[in-house]
């Protein structure tokens, strides 16, 4: 994938819309400015995003947009990233992104268990 360093030091790129995987997701990295998927045969990858970008610990676009890309993961890791129109989280995922992981601090590691369970809980 391309990439520009800034002047900053900072490294920028476009992310995915979709993730070439072919194996399940095992884990997702949230970071301070992007997102990790791990699959299950150990292959990282930038998380797809569209608009609006996935943040976490508010209640608003990104934690919505968050919830929304683990749900349609954990189901098809090809699946594109959602956009606006995209249907409501389940409610687990959507408290997780909105509240209950304002406290951490990127970068942090939450495994498909852990998802799942969310998921349904």
Same mark, same amino acid.
């Given at each position: 994938?391309? $990439?520009?360093?800034? $002047? ?6 476009? %992310?995915?819309?979709?993730?070439? %995987? ?42 919505? %947009? ?16 959602? &956009? ?6 389940? $409610? ?7 509240? &209950? ?15 799942? %369970?969310?998921?349904?809980?």
């Amino acid at each position: 994938m391309p $990439a520009v360093r800034t $002047a900053r030091g900072m490294i920028e790129t476009i %992310a995915p819309q979709r993730l070439p %995987a072919h194996s399940p997701l095992a884990s997702l990295t949230i970071g301070c400015a992007s997102m990790w998927i791990t699959t299950e045969d150990g292959r990282v990858f930038l998380a797809p995003q569209a608009d609006p970008s996935c943040t976490y610990g508010y209640g608003g676009g990104g934690p919505m %947009a968050l919830a929304r890309l683990i749900a349609l993961l954990l189901d098809d890791i090809t699946h594109t990233a959602p &956009g606006f129109e995209a249907p409501r989280p389940p $409610a687990g995922l959507e408290h997780a992104a909105d509240e &209950g992981w304002r406290g951490r601090k990127a970068p942090f590691t939450l495994s498909w268990a852990e998802l799942e %369970a969310l998921r349904d809980g």
